[in-house]
Antibody
Framework: EVQLVQSGAEVKKPGESLKISCKGS????????IGWVRQMPGKGLEWMGI????????IYSPSFQGQVTISADKSITTAYLQWSSLKASDTAIYFC??????????????WGKGTTVTVSS | QSVLTQPPSVSGAPGQRVTISCTGS?????????VHWYQHLPGTAPKLLIY???NRPSGVPDRFSVSKSATSASLAISGLQAEDEADYYC???????????FGTGTKVTVL
């Protein structure tokens, strides 16, 4: 069974750093793009960026470029999303998902259950 | 605000048919990029409902159907059931933004 298992909920203070994870199993992790999606409280889904674990090629959404870092370690079939200095506005649920299709036509066929990140002083 | 606009909410009684529109432009749907649809029950993982404009993944009932015109797409749910109550999102690529985009999302309520 293809699965993406995300790390647990986090509660952090503004200015702290954070790295959340997404572990894939049941498929060839290195050869499928992984994407990250944000859902702020009461809001819709936002495309953050994608990474190809085999060579760590990463494409950020312009809105998130410089705000987060997406990485992957194919040896442990895990993708990451990290912040160096959290802000209250980073409070959201973050989903990872596997991408299928071709460039410009990607869609997300398998999703993790999400990691809730709460940033509050 | 997303470049793919959906109605905030639609509702219908059990058994009825509801339609969710996804209105784009010549930079996304009108440029020929595929439209995909997701169902999201809050607190759970979003689920792929339709990919590549018209294809349903295994297990998605044929009560879910789609149509596409020049710069928009629509998802129809026929024979509405209580379990269909969820948020629905379209998704495509926008060449002006050079980015993948989700629609604004539509909450479906079963009366």
């Amino acid at each position: 069974e293809v699965q993406l298992v995300q790390s647990g909920a986090e509660v952090k203070k503004p200015g702290e750093s954070l790295k959340i994870s997404c572990k894939g199993s049941g498929y060839s992790f290195a050869t499928y793009w992984i994407g990250w999606v944000r859902q702020m409280p009461g809001k819709g889904l936002e495309w953050m960026g994608i990474i190809y674990p085999d060579d760590s090629d990463t494409i950020y959404s312009p809105s998130f470029q410089g705000q987060v870092t997406i990485s992957a370690d194919k040896s442990i079939t895990t993708a990451y999303l990290q912040w160096s200095s959290l802000k209250a506005s980073d409070t959201a649920i973050y989903f990872c998902a596997r991408l299928r299709g071709a460039r410009y036509y990607y869609y997300m066929d398998v999703w993790g259950k999400g990691t809730t990140v709460t940033v509050s002083s | 605000q997303s470049v793919l606009t959906q109605p905030p909410s639609v509702s219908g009684a059990p058994g009825q048919r509801v339609t969710i529109s996804c209105t784009g432009s010549s930079s996304n749907i009108g440029a020929g990029y595929d439209v995909h649809w997701y169902q999201h029950l809050p607190g759970t993982a979003p689920k792929l409902l339709i990919y590549d404009n018209t294809n349903r993944p295994s297990g998605v009932p044929d009560r879910f159907s789609v149509s596409k015109s020049a710069t928009s797409a629509s998802l129809a749910i026929s024979g509405l059931q209580a379990e269909d109550e969820a948020d629905y999102y379209c998704q495509s690529y926008d060449r002006s933004l050079s980015n993948y985009v989700f629609g604004t999302g539509t909450k479906v309520t079963v009366l």
